[in-house]
């Protein structure tokens, strides 16, 4: 079985709209962190957001929230007023495993969603 | 602060040349280093990892090798590359986030086209 799912390929939204993406994981470790990362069309993966197993708030981080749902299994990315530099590929990403120490820290990507604004 | 490097940016090859592929980091010592895969409009694989001089773990078996020949230097090599091998490659630190939390930081990448 996956161990993230993406579900959808691709995503459109207005510009200055809100708009969520999905991201299911699964894990029958009680540690575990979920990231977010953007990657333009120019290939660099950049590192969004961050939610731990054990955070009890949502994570926050300027226009992006992420809606954990634990009981659910789901870490879904909020981005708020979208703008046009928003287009890229998003990927869901899952850590298994205590949050720092040692350790090969590896990651887990989804296949990634494709959120086009539109103006 | 820390950064990432990685070289060649874009890389032509014919099938069966070998291959070498550069990342180094700057500002940190002894970071955990990866090297990814991603084919066209797909998620990362991960190839290697490394969490010190001379040890490297191997995810996927395959025509690729990874070595560590100092503590921040990460090699990807092949002796003969195949078409399969095209792909954007990735090499990435485990850093520490202003939150305080670890997370795995990219390089530019590497674009290779195996012809």
């Known amino acids: 079985a996956q161990k993230i799912t993406q579900t959808q390929p691709g995503m459109f939204v207005q510009e200055k709209e809100a708009v969520t993406l999905d991201c299911t994981y699964d894990t029958s470790d009680p540690s575990y962190g979920l990231f977010w990362y953007k990657q333009p069309s120019s290939g660099e993966m950049i590192f969004l957001i961050y939610q731990g197993s054990y955070d009890q708030q949502n994570a926050t981080e300027g226009r992006y929230s992420l809606n954990f749902q634990k009981a659910r299994k789901s870490a879904n990315l909020v981005i708020s007023a979208s703008q046009l530099g928003d287009s890229a590929m998003y990927f869901c990403a899952m850590r298994e495993g205590p949050r720092s120490g040692a350790g090969s820290y590896q990651l887990t990507f989804g296949k990634g969603t494709k959120l086009s604004v539109i103006p | 602060s820390q950064t990432i490097h990685q070289w060649p940016a874009t890389l032509v090859q014919p099938v069966g040349s070998p291959l070498s592929l550069e990342c180094t980091v700057e500002?940190?010592?002894?970071?955990?280093l990866y090297w990814y895969r991603q084919a066209a409009g797909r998620g990362l694989q991960l190839l290697f990892y490394?969490?010190?001089?001379?040890?490297i773990s191997s995810e996927v078996p395959q025509n690729l090798s990874a070595s560590r020949p100092q503590d921040r230097q990460f090699i990807l090599s092949s002796k003969k590359l195949l078409l399969s091998d095209s792909g954007f490659y990735l090499c990435?630190?485990?850093?520490?986030?202003?939150?305080?939390?670890?997370?795995?930081?990219f390089g530019p990448g590497t674009r290779l086209t195996v012809l």
């Open positions: 990435a630190w485990r850093g520490r986030t202003p939150l305080l939390t670890d997370t795995q930081y």
């Open positions: 490394s969490v010190g001089i001379g040890q």
């Open positions: 500002g940190t010592s002894n970071p955990n």
